[in-house]
């Protein structure tokens, strides 16, 4: 049986936590600074976020890169970047991309890597055709270095952005959230939210991440409910559901004749055959074709 020993390390950008080894057993704490090696080859700064720990060896680890020491005063020097040497960057990119008339090109950010030798740069382009190959040359003769062009996705530069969500809180992707996951417009609809994009859309444009916080739990809550056009029977007669109260199990229905009732769950029955009939909506088999989801990243 073989063990490992790993740890947790976040870098500046984009704020994720990635796996290394320790083969060295350094004693890390949480919140130091390490240089790691990377799996694309060189090194970088990141911060420990989760101490040395003992685990079981998977597959995959075969993949993860180690750590390879503390980081000193020299190399924090080497991987910070100054206000005025971003601004330098930023402004060189954006006028080579008017020199060749490149639209919807947007720098993100960038960080220095091999001990200030390498500079890495996230942008993210509209563009499928965009080839950052000649913008990379000419900016490795601009700042005197090897330069590494990452197209990343609109999340991600919403990540970096940061601001104020609908909620009144700052934005889960620049706050906690560790990782992207799927996100579709059926989770939506479980929830009983209204469809307007203005309404379910973040500020990347993208499905709002929190549809997901909740969603087992309505998905759960709403087996015993009928579905919104279904035909029912109410205590005022045959009627039609138009709307959903998942969390106090109440259902609104339209009756034949115009009027609009809300009744609790236990008070409807499902519409059962052409002829007539009924049985309790918990027995509901009415199959659906599953949406298409939506892929934040």
Known sequence: ????????????WPGKMYEFTN?????????DSVLVETDRGGSLV?????????RLARREDRELTPVV??????????????????????NFFETRLKARNLGGVKLVDLEKADQGQRLILYFNSEQKKFAPRDLAIELGQRFNMRIDMRSVGVRDAARLAGGIGRCGLSLCCSTWIPDFQQISIRMAKDQGLSLDPESINGQCG????????EHANYVEMGLGLPKIGKK????IGDARVVKLDILQGKVTVRSENGEY?????????????????????????????PDASEDNS
């Open 23 to 31: 083969p060295n057993k350094l004693g890390l704490k949480r919140g």
């Open 206 to 213: 993208r499905l709002l991440c929190c549809l997901g916080y």
């Open 261 to 289: 009732e809300t009744f609790s769950s236990s008070e409807v029955k499902r519409k059962f055959g052409p002829g007539g009939g009924a049985q309790p909506h918990e027995d509901e088999t009415d199959n659906e074709p």
């Open 46 to 54: 990141g911060t420990v976020m989760i101490a040395p720990r003992i």
């Open 69 to 90: 020491r503390l980081a000193s005063d020299q190399d924090m020097k080497f991987s910070s970047v100054t206000d005025e040497f971003r601004r330098d960057v930023k």
């Open 232 to 235: 029912v029977i109410t205590p």
């Open 1 to 12: 049986m073989n063990i490992l020993e790993v740890v947790r390390v976040r870098f500046a």
